[in-house]
C-alpha cells in the first residue's frame, strides 16, 4: 500500500489532565501516514486523484488547537477519523506527542493505527 505522510505537524492546543496544562496551549507534534492506492494519482498528475496532504494537514491542526482534550490517546482517535474520513485513505497511522511533558524525555505520546474496516 502506497504512504502519503505528513511528518512533525505542530499544533498548540489544550491537551493534559492537570489544572496547569489546562490553562495555556502547550506544543503537540503530530505524524501521520495515510495508506491509500495512488496509482491513478500518479498516472493522473491530478490533484483531484490525489490524497491531498494540505487539507488534511489543514483538517488536523484545526482540531488539535480546538479539541481541548484530556489524553492523547483521545485526541489520535480524533485525528484518525479525520483522516478516514477520506474514503481513498484505507488506513492511518497516527503518532501524538507532547514534548516535554516527561522529565528527561524529548516527548511522551501514543501511536495508533486505525482502518476504513474498524
Known amino acids: 500500500m502506497?504512504?502519503?505522510f505528513i511528518n512533525d505537524l505542530i499544533a498548540r492546543g489544550?491537551?493534559?489532565i492537570n489544572d496547569w496544562?489546562?490553562?495555556?496551549p502547550q506544543e503537540i507534534r503530530i505524524n501521520i501516514i495515510l495508506y491509500?492506492?495512488?496509482h491513478k494519482a500518479g498516472e493522473s498528475d491530478n490533484i483531484e486523484d490525489c490524497v491531498n496532504y494540505r487539507t488534511v494537514s489543514?483538517?488536523?491542526l484545526y482540531h488539535a488547537e480546538n479539541a481541548q482534550?484530556?489524553?492523547v490517546e483521545a485526541l489520535a482517535a480524533d485525528l484518525a477519523k479525520l483522516c478516514l474520513e477520506d474514503s481513498r485513505v484505507a488506513k492511518v497511522r497516527v503518532k501524538v506527542e507532547k514534548p516535554g511533558?516527561?522529565?528527561f524525555a524529548r516527548s511522551v505520546g501514543v501511536e495508533i493505527e486505525r482502518s476504513q474496516a474498524e
Open 101 to 103: 511533558a516527561a522529565r
Open 14 to 16: 489544550i491537551i493534559g
Open 21 to 24: 496544562e489546562r490553562e495555556k
Open 2 to 4: 502506497d504512504q502519503v
Open 58 to 60: 489543514k483538517k488536523v
Open 69 to 71: 482534550r484530556l489524553t
Open 36 to 38: 491509500a492506492d495512488l
